[in-house]
Each structure stands twice: as C-alpha cells, then as structure tokens.
C-alpha cells in the first residue's frame, strides 16, 4: 500500500512510493513543531526533497526541525516542493487505504493527488529551497545516550512546566544534564519546578525546546539523544528531531537540594483531588492582576483536599496557598492510581513536593 509521488513537467519527471501508514506517522508527529500563529507563512508548509533513492519530507519552526527521511526508497528524477501542512493533512484524509497517487507538476508549483483518474484535490505549492534550513551535516557525536522511551515521558512529566516568555526564552526549555550514563530532566516556570533525577554535578548541560520531546514521542519510536556544541538530535532510524541548542542557558532554580525537614507527608487519593481541582476551578474566578486561581491546600491525617481561600486567613500549619490551574496541571500527568505522595514544611516559607516515584516536583506557596 503505498503512494506514488510523480514530478511532471515538459523537461523532468520523477516519482517515489511511500506507505500510508508512514506518512499519517509523520503528520501525526509534527503536529507540535507547526505553529498554529505564526507572521511566516513559510513555516506552515512541509518540504518534500526526493532525489537518487533518497530524499526527506521535512517540518520546521526555525528551532525545530523534523524529518521523515526516504532513503532506500525505490524511485528516479528529482523533487524539491513545499506545501501547507493542512493541504498534506486533508489530502492524505481522502486518500483511500488501498491505494493512491500524488502527482507533482512544476508548472505552477501544484500539487495534485489523484486515485486512478478521480481528482481528490489540487494543492498551490512554492519551492522547497524557500524553507528554512538548518546546517547539520552528521549526527551530534560529543553525547549519544539511548534514551528509549523516555522522549515520552518527557513530553507527559516534563514539558508542561515549560512556558512561552519572551523576556526569559529559558524558561521554554527542557533542561537534560549528563553525567556519564545518568541522565536527568528537568524544567521551570520559576514558580514551580519539576524533575525526574537530581545529577550532583552533571558534565553536560543542555536545554532543548520541548517540541523536539513531543514530536518524538508522538512518532513513538525509542530515540537517542546525540548532542555536540550547538546542535542536539533525538534519533531514530528514519525519523529525526534536530535543531540548535542553547547550551547552559538556564535558570539557577533547577539547583535546590531538596533537604529534610518536611513534617507534613500525606498520600493522595489523584482522583478525588482531581475532581476537586476542577470543581473549585469553576467556582473561583481568576484574579484580574495574574491569570491564577488562588485554593489553599488542608489536610488531615486521611485526606488532602483544596478550598477557596478567605480572605482574613492567616497560613498557619493548616493549610497552603496554591494555584488551582497549575496544581490541575500538575494532577493531569498522575494515574488515578498513582502513589503520589505529598510533603510539606507547614510553613508559607518553605516549598511543598509531590512525587510519584518517576518524577518530582517542587512548588513555592503563593504569599
């Protein structure tokens, strides 16, 4: 089951076969890396590169980019076109499972599927030399570390810390520190921070856009994360993640030593906090200063549960003040059976932990 890609004009044509299945592999991978708003058309297309038994289909936000490579693929003559990303979304919608050909003429830069003779739809196309590209040459070699699986677990645990800021571009990373074969990844929204191994005192430092972790995960390959100086890949046989890196540009937050003294430990029933979370949620407006919604956290020797905070209350050891929508966040990324264990010093001054056992995570009360 394959399609058939055809270049046609009066001097060239070309032509390769690639599945379905893989390409509705790769559409559902980029997803993340194509910017939904975005002032450069440009990067709202997909490049389709295809020359002697080689070639890639490629994504690119200019921080990120994805390919899906073709090499081995039998086929002849030369491809180099760009279209959008939803006219290669709709159009592999109507191709039919059983079979199908894209054809590709130059004359207009149009892009054309057709089932036997029944036109499905005619695509504007621009050459792919207009896309952005980026000078990687080789796989990184200065760190390879099979990750595995964990590209998902980063996308699930890790990423939802991350944050758009333009004044702190940092804090829209994933933070990966090495130490030998030990790994660890963490991020911050200076508010919070989670992390899933603390590494003393890594040899290497990177920070990596969270989209590189997510469309990995979603093409759902084990990867392998290969980095040199300024240039980080997560790698599997036929689809990449690469891009540059920002090296040690991240906050210092990510170094707090997590030390005794938590006299509050309470195990968390994660539905029922959970269904909690989003009642409250509803209930209590966010503040017109800061887009939060302020609970406050009690406790007994059986049950954690949240509240609306009034407004004499004094903290004491009875309660903690937390952001409803953030601490929502936080539960989303817990099983209903999940053996979360919350800690606390009591005290507004100090931090409150949750863990699972695979990742913690670290909040400063709100004041």
Same mark, same amino acid.
């Given at each position: 089951?394959?399609?058939?890609l055809?270049?046609?004009?009066?001097?060239?044509?070309?032509?390769?076969?690639?599945?379905?299945?893989?390409?509705?592999r790769f559409?559902?991978?980029?997803?993340?890396?194509?910017?939904?708003?975005?002032?450069?058309?440009?990067?709202?297309?997909v490049?389709?590169?295809?020359?002697?038994?080689?070639?890639?289909?490629?994504?690119?936000?200019?921080?990120?980019?994805?390919?899906?490579?073709?090499?081995?693929?039998?086929g002849?003559?030369?491809?180099?076109?760009?279209?959008?990303?939803?006219?290669?979304?709709?159009?592999?919608?109507?191709a039919?499972?059983?079979?199908?050909?894209?054809?590709?003429?130059?004359?207009?830069?149009?892009?054309?599927?057709?089932?036997?003779?029944?036109?499905?739809?005619?695509?504007?196309?621009v050459?792919?030399?207009?896309?952005?590209?980026?000078?990687?040459?080789?796989?990184?070699k200065?760190?390879?570390?099979?990750i595995?699986?964990?590209?998902?677990?980063?996308?699930?645990?890790?990423?939802?810390?991350?944050?758009?800021?333009?004044?702190?571009?940092?804090?829209?990373?994933?933070?990966?520190?090495?130490?030998?074969d030990?790994y660890?990844f963490?991020?911050?929204?200076?508010?919070?921070?989670?992390?899933?191994?603390y590494?003393?005192?890594?040899?290497h430092?990177?920070?990596?856009?969270?989209?590189?972790?997510?469309?990995?995960?979603?093409?759902?390959?084990?990867a392998t994360?290969?980095?040199? =100086?300024?240039?980080?890949?997560?790698?599997? !046989?036929?689809?990449?993640? +690469?891009?540059?890196? $920002? %090296? @040690?540009?991240?906050? /210092?937050?990510?170094?707090?030593?997590?030390?005794?003294?938590?006299?509050?430990e309470?195990?968390?029933n994660?539905?029922?906090l959970?269904?909690?979370?989003?009642?409250?949620?509803?209930?209590?407006?966010?503040?017109?200063?800061?887009?939060?919604?302020?609970?406050m956290?009690?406790? =007994?020797?059986?049950?954690?549960?949240?509240? !609306?905070?009034?407004d004499? +209350?004094?903290?004491? $050891? %009875? @309660?903690?003040?937390? /952001?409803?929508?953030q601490l929502?966040?936080?539960?989303?990324?817990?099983?209903?059976?999940?053996p979360?264990?919350?800690?606390?010093?009591?005290?507004?001054?100090?931090?409150?932990?949750?863990t699972?056992?695979?990742a913690?995570?670290?909040?400063?009360?709100?004041?």
């Amino acid at each position: 089951m394959a399609f058939n890609l055809a270049l046609k004009s009066k001097t060239a044509e070309a032509s390769f076969s690639i599945s379905r299945d893989n390409l509705a592999r790769f559409i559902n991978a980029v997803r993340s890396i194509i910017p939904k708003k975005t002032t450069i058309q440009i990067l709202k297309y997909v490049r389709i590169a295809y020359k002697d038994n080689g070639g890639f289909i490629r994504v690119s936000d200019t921080e990120c980019y994805a390919d899906l490579w073709l090499d081995g693929i039998r086929g002849n003559g030369e491809i180099d076109l760009a279209i959008e990303y939803p006219a290669l979304e709709n159009m592999l919608a109507k191709a039919p499972r059983s079979s199908g050909m894209l054809l590709v003429e130059r004359e207009g830069n149009s892009l054309t599927f057709k089932d036997n003779t029944i036109v499905c739809g005619k695509f504007a196309g621009v050459p792919g030399k207009d896309c952005p590209t980026y000078a990687l040459i080789a796989r990184p070699k200065e760190v390879q570390i099979p990750i595995g699986k964990d590209s998902d677990y980063v996308s699930k645990y890790i990423s939802h810390l991350c944050i758009d800021d333009d004044q702190y571009t940092a804090l829209n990373r994933v933070l990966v520190e090495i130490d030998g074969d030990s790994y660890g990844f963490s991020a911050t929204d200076r508010h919070a921070l989670v992390y899933t191994k603390y590494i003393d005192e890594p040899k290497h430092r990177y920070a990596i856009p969270p989209r590189a972790f997510k469309a990995m995960a979603n093409y759902d390959a084990e990867a392998t994360l290969c980095v040199n =100086d300024d240039s980080f890949m997560l790698y599997s !046989p036929l689809f990449h993640v +690469y891009g540059p890196h $920002k %090296g @040690g540009c991240y906050p /210092d937050f990510h170094k707090l030593i997590f030390r005794d003294g938590f006299d509050h430990e309470h195990k968390v029933n994660v539905k029922a906090l959970r269904d909690e979370l989003n009642r409250l949620s509803n209930l209590v407006p966010h503040t017109k200063e800061h887009d939060y919604c302020p609970i406050m956290l009690t406790y =007994d020797s059986e049950y954690l549960g949240a509240k !609306p905070v009034p407004d004499d +209350y004094e903290f004491d $050891k %009875g @309660g903690i003040k937390m /952001d409803a929508m953030q601490l929502l966040e936080l539960m989303k990324r817990f099983d209903d059976n999940s053996p979360v264990v919350f800690k606390s010093a009591g005290n507004i001054s100090r931090p409150t932990v949750w863990t699972d056992g695979k990742a913690t995570t670290l909040f400063m009360p709100m004041r």
